[in-house]
């Protein structure tokens, strides 16, 4: 890929600024870190942050990425990806239902949605923060942001889950997640 100076300048802040996150991210007590630049095998700067493990000890992590968008058009625009794989798999037969309740339950959460991801049998949470090019990214935004983004999947999870295991349905989630919020 080639790439403009304006485009290598984007990359380039982009790496900054999730070097920057990072730091962040430690300062909260998420340790376990660590930054990729961008490569011919992944090809967004990326950060991984280890989350703490879901209710039943599994581990979890969310990735941090800069989307690449033509800084010509949106040149006012930074947009930052937080994004976790849920971890637990989704039974055969289950999708129409998944589909029912995150329609639902996306329109409750406040901060990100829940997805499927793209080709695989595989559940997320995903959220995209604008945020203005011209202003550095303000400590405070990235761990109020994350923090939301953690709770609301820690939160829904295991609703998601018992949805996507067949041990309740759509409907029968929905009214649990009622009572949660």
Same mark, same amino acid.
């Given at each position: 890929?080639?790439?403009?100076? $304006? !485009?290598? &300048?984007?990359?380039? =802040?982009?790496?900054?600024?999730?070097?920057?996150?990072?730091?962040?991210?430690?300062?909260?007590?998420?340790?376990?870190?660590?930054?990729?630049?961008?490569?011919?095998?992944?090809?967004?700067?990326?950060?991984?942050?280890?989350?703490?493990?879901?209710?039943?000890? =599994? &581990?979890? &992590?969310?990735?941090?990425?800069?989307?690449?968008? #033509?800084?010509?058009?949106?040149? /006012?625009?930074?947009?930052?990806?937080?994004?976790?794989?849920?971890?637990? $798999?989704?039974?055969?037969?289950?999708? #129409?239902?998944?589909?029912?309740?995150? *329609?639902?339950?996306?329109?409750?959460?406040?901060?990100?949605?829940?997805?499927?991801? !793209?080709? !695989? /049998?595989?559940?997320?949470? =995903?959220?995209?923060?604008?945020?203005?090019?011209? #202003?550095? *990214?303000?400590?405070?935004?990235?761990?109020?942001?994350?923090?939301?983004?953690?709770?609301?999947?820690?939160?829904?999870?295991?609703?998601?889950?018992?949805?996507?295991?067949?041990?309740?349905? $759509?409907?029968?989630?929905?009214?649990?997640?009622?009572? *949660?919020?």
């Amino acid at each position: 890929m080639t790439l403009n100076n $304006a !485009q290598t &300048q984007m990359y380039a =802040r982009h790496l900054v600024e999730l070097g920057f996150i990072e730091n962040v991210v430690n300062q909260m007590g998420y340790s376990s870190t660590e930054l990729i630049e961008a490569s011919k095998d992944l090809p967004y700067h990326t950060l991984l942050v280890n989350l703490e493990p879901d209710s039943q000890g =599994r &581990q979890r &992590q969310m990735t941090l990425t800069f989307y690449p968008i #033509d800084i010509e058009e949106f040149g /006012n625009t930074l947009l930052l990806q937080y994004f976790t794989e849920l971890p637990f $798999a989704v039974k055969t037969g289950v999708m #129409d239902e998944i589909n029912k309740f995150f *329609i639902y339950l996306n329109n409750k959460t406040v901060v990100g949605h829940f997805g499927i991801t !793209q080709g !695989q /049998n595989k559940l997320n949470h =995903r959220y995209v923060q604008t945020l203005p090019s011209e #202003d550095v *990214i303000s400590e405070g935004v990235v761990a109020d942001t994350l923090m939301l983004f953690n709770y609301t999947s820690m939160l829904f999870g295991s609703l998601v889950e018992a949805v996507a295991s067949g041990e309740m349905s $759509a409907s029968e989630a929905q009214v649990q997640a009622d009572q *949660i919020g």
